[in-house]
C-alpha cells in the first residue's frame, strides 16, 4: 500500500461557513446540527470531486479495462465517517471542527442511512464498492436512485410497524446529479413487423413510452485517498414528450396522471429479500435499471472507441443475481438494433461481457417472470429472449440428441400453464462466468439448483466467497480494536486483513489478552446504553452477549434460537437448573411486510422478552431484548459488542452469509451450523474456536421426505414443554391462540426448517459455551483467535479473486 494522500484543508473551514451561509442562507449561529452536517459533507465532497475527476483522468488517459457492477441494490450506510478514515482525514477535520466549538460526532449522528437495500446482497455490493477503490481498480457500481429505501421498522406491543423511509434522493449532499447524461429508456408499445428480427436497424418496436434516467452519482473513496470512482444511481422521470398525444389531445389530467406513474418506477424499494416479488412495477424497475446502465456504460466506451471490437477487453459486467438478468436482452438489443452488429457477433460481445453470481437457492426468491407481463412492457426484449432461446435449444439438440426432457428442464421459457422466463437461465445462457458466494453454496449450484447447465458448462461454474470491508467493519465500527491491532502490529491490515495473523502469538501475552477483553467490555457498554435508548431494557454488559441480527426468515432460525431462550426460562423456573453464565439474548432484523409467519415471530420474541425479563429469579441469569430497525448504522454498534454470534440457519440455505464474517472479524465467537461461509469461518479459525452444531447438508438433504418431527417431539419432554408454552397463553397476554401458527409450522406441517431436528444439539453446544464463557483466559483467547484469522474474509481478497478469475480488471494506481 503506498502512503495515505492527505488532501489540502486549508480551506475546509471556509467552505462549511459558505454552505451555511449562501446554501442556506443563514448565520453560522443559526445553523442546525443537520445544517453543520450538511456543510461539513459538502466540504468533504469537495476534496472528493477533486480525487474523482483525478482517478477518471486517469483511467482514460490509459484507455482501462472498466467493471461495472449492476445491482437493485446498494446498502451503503452513513458516508461521512468512512470518507473521512478512507482519506485519513477523520482527526484533522475533527480538530478543525473543535476549533469552530463543533463536535465530530454529534454532526456524524445527524447522517440518515441510505437504505437502498434489504440486506446481505446490497450490503455485499456496498463492501465490493469500497474495495476496489481501495485497491485503485476502475469498478463502478450502477443502482436505482429509490425515493424510499427499505421501511423503517417500531414496535408496537410487540407488533413490526413499518413506515415509509423517506431518504434526501435529492438532496443528500453524497449525491451528484447529472442531468447532461440522461439515459432515454423506451418501454412498453407493440411489436408492428414480425420478419426477420436479425436484420434492420431498430426495426419493428413502435408506439412505446419514454421514461427519461437521471443519474446522480456517489463518489466511493478508497482507503488510502488514491482512487474515488462512482456509484451512479438513476431516478425515473417522464421525458418532456412523454404521452405527448394525450397532451395534443386535450387531456391534460390524463397526460399528467401518465406522467407520474413513469416517474414511480424509482419511488420505492421492493422490501422483500429472498421472495420474488411479481408485479408488474418490479420488472419494469429491473428493465430501466438495466437500459440506464447499458446505455450508460456504451456511451462511456465510445468516447474512447469507434467500433465494438475492443468491448469485451474494456468491459465487464457482473449481474449481483438475477434482477439484473435483462442485461443479456438488452445488450444484443443494443448492439443489433441500435448499433447495427451481426447477431453471432453481438452475441459474443454479450456472452464475453457479461457474468452472473447467484445469492440464493430459495425456490421461492428464483424469478420467472410470466410471458404475459415481459410481453407487455418489453415486447422488443421478448422476442429477443425467443430468439436466443432458440439458438440456445438448437446446441442442446447438437449436444443432447435424444434427450427431448433435457431440453424442457433447461429451456429459457418454462412452459406450463403460464409460461414464464427463467431469469436464472437467461443469466446463465448469456454469461461467461456463474458463481456462487461460498464454497457449499457455488457446490449446491452445480449439483443442486442447475446441475444441467453445469453438466453442458462445466468451465463456466466457480465460487467466490463473499467478503466484508474492514474499513467499515474494523476500522471505523470498532475504533478501539482498531486502535489496539495497530498498536500492535501496524497498520498494514487495514489493506492486507490476513496481516491479522499476527495477532496470535499475542494471546500468549496475558497484558495484551486484557486489554483486547476491556475493548469488548467497552463496546458492550455502548451497545448496553443503545439497548436502552431503544428497547428501553437494562442489560448486563457482564453477561454473554448472544446476538441474532440479520433478516427474520424462517430459514435463518430464529425460532430455534426462542426455543433454546423458553428452554433456558423452564430450566430455571422448574428444575432449579441455574446457567453457568448470565446471558443477554439479542435479536435485531426486518421481517417482510407480508411474511406473516415471521412478524409473528418478531411478536413471540417480545412475549418472551415480556415473560423472561420481568421474572424475578430467571431475570437474573436470562435476559431478551429486540433492537428495532436493524440497518448499517446500527449494525456498526451491535456487531463490536457481540460475545456470540448466531448463525444457525438450516444447513443448505444460507447462502453465504456476511453478518458471520463482520462478528468474527471483531472478535465474537460463532454458534453455527455447517451452511454459508460458516464452514470457511470454522476451517479458519479452527474447530475450538467456534461451535458448531446440528445436521450438515448431506444429513438434511438424507433426511428429506422421511423427517418427522412428531417423532423427536414425542421423545423429547423438553421440545414438548418449549412447543406446549408456545401455543399456551404464557407469551400471548390477553391474544389467544396467538402463537398457534408458528407451533403448527413445526408440529403439524412437518417442520420445513428442521428446528426440531437440530434442538438437542444446539442445546448442547449452548452449555458448552456458557462453560467456556466462564474461563476468562480460555474465552479471551478463543475470541482473540476469531479476529487473527478471519483475515481471508476480507472483501478486499474476494475482489482480487473476481478481478484476476472474472473480469481481468487491474489495478490503477
Ligand atoms: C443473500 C444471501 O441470503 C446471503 O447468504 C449472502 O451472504 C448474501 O446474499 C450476499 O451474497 N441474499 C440476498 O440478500 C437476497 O436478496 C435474493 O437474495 C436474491
Known sequence: MDSIIKPDLSGFENTIRDYVRYVLGKPMTDATSTDLFNGVSSAVRKLLMDIRIETEQRYDRRDVKRMH?????????????????????????????????????????????????????????????????????????????????????????GYQREKPDYWPSRSSPWLIARSGEKCMVPVYGRIVDTEDIEGGYNPMWSEWKLVVGRPHDIPVVGYGGHTANRLRLFSAWASEDFDIQIFNEGDYFRAVERKISSENISKILYPSDSQEAGRELRLVQEYFLVACAVQDIIRIYLKQHDDFNQFSKKVAIQLNDTHPALTVAELMRSLVDVHGLEWDNAWDITTQTLAYTNHTLLPEALEKWPLAIVEKVIPRHLQI????????????????????????????????????????????????????????????????????????????????????????????????????????????????????????????DPAFLEKFSMIKREN???????????????????????????????????????????????????????????????????????????????????????????????????????????KVSLAEIIIPGADVSEQISTAGMEASGTGNMKFAINGAVTMGTMDGANIEIAEAVGPDNIYIFGHDVEEIQAMRGAYDPGKILAQSPHIQRVLNAVNSPLFCGWEND??????????????????????????????????????????????????ARTGIFSSD????????????LERQI
Open 797 to 808: 481478497r474476494t475482489i482480487r479473486e473476481y478481478a484476476g478469475e472474472v473480469w481481468g
Open 738 to 787: 396467538l402463537f398457534f401458527p408458528l407451533f403448527d409450522a413445526v408440529v403439524n406441517h412437518g417442520d420445513y426448517y428442521m428446528n426440531l431436528a437440530d434442538f438437542q444439539s444446539y442445546v448442547d453446544a449452548q452449555v458448552r459455551l456458557s462453560g467456556d464463557y466462564v474461563d476468562k483466559k480460555k474465552w479471551a483467547q478463543m475470541t482473540l483467535l476469531n479476529t
Open 385 to 508: 429472449i425467443y430468439e436466443i432461446n432458440r439458438r440456445f435449444l438448437e446446441t442442446l439438440t447438437v449436444n443432447y440428441p435424444d434427450d427431448p426432457q433435457r431440453l424442457h428442464r433447461m429451456s429459457i421459457i418454462e412452459e406450463g400453464d403460464e409460461k414464464q422466463v427463467r431469469m436464472a437461465h437467461l443469466a446463465i445462457v448469456g454469461s461467461h462466468s456463474v458463481n456462487g458466494v461460498a464454497k457449499i453454496h457455488s457446490h449446491l449450484v452445480k449439483t443442486g439448483l442447475v446441475p444441467d447447465f453445469y453438466d453442458l458448462w462445466p468451465e463456466k461454474f466457480n465460487n467466490k466467497t463473499n467478503g466484508v470491508t474492514p474499513r467499515r467493519w474494523l476500522l471505523s465500527a470498532n475504533p478501539g480494536l482498531a486502535r489496539l491491532i495497530t498498536e500492535s502490529i501496524g497498520d498494514k491490515w487495514i489493506v492486507d486483513l490476513d496481516t491479522l495473523k499476527a495477532l496470535e502469538s499475542l494471546g500468549r
Open 69 to 157: 457492477y449492476i445491482s437493485m441494490e446498494f446498502l451503503t450506510g452513513p458516508l461521512l465517517a468512512n470518507n473521512l478514515l478512507n482519506m485519513g482525514i477523520q482527526e484533522d477535520v475533527r480538530a478543525i471542527l473543535k476549533n469552530m466549538g463543533l463536535d465530530l460526532d454529534i454532526l456524524m449522528a445527524c447522517e440518515p442511512d441510505p437504505s437502498l437495500g434489504n440486506g446481505g446482497l446490497g450490503r455485499l455490493a456496498a463492501c465490493f464498492l469500497d474495495s476496489l477503490a481501495s485497491l485503485d481498480m476502475p469498478g463502478f457500481g450502477y443502482g436505482i436512485n429509490y425515493d424510499y429505501g427499505l421501511f423503517k421498522q417500531s414496535i408496537m406491543g
Open 524 to 630: 458492550k457498554v455502548r451497545l448496553a446504553r443503545l439497548i436502552k435508548k431503544t428497547a428501553y431494557i437494562d442489560v448486563d454488559p457482564d453477561s454473554i452477549f448472544d446476538i441474532h441480527a440479520k433478516r427474520i426468515h424462517e430459514y435463518k432460525r430464529q425460532f430455534l434460537n426462542v426455543m433454546h431462550i423458553i428452554h433456558g426460562y423452564f430450566m430455571i423456573q422448574e428444575e432449579g437448573v441455574i446457567p453457568t453464565a448470565p446471558r443477554t439474548y439479542i435479536f435485531s432484523g426486518k421481517a417482510a411486510p407480508g411474511y406473516f409467519l415471521a412478524k409473528l415471530l418478531i411478536r413471540l420474541i417480545h412475549g418472551v422478552a415480556d415473560v423472561v425479563n420481568k421474572d424475578p429469579l430467571v431475570s437474573q441469569w436470562i435476559k431478551v431484548a429486540f433492537i428495532p430497525d436493524y
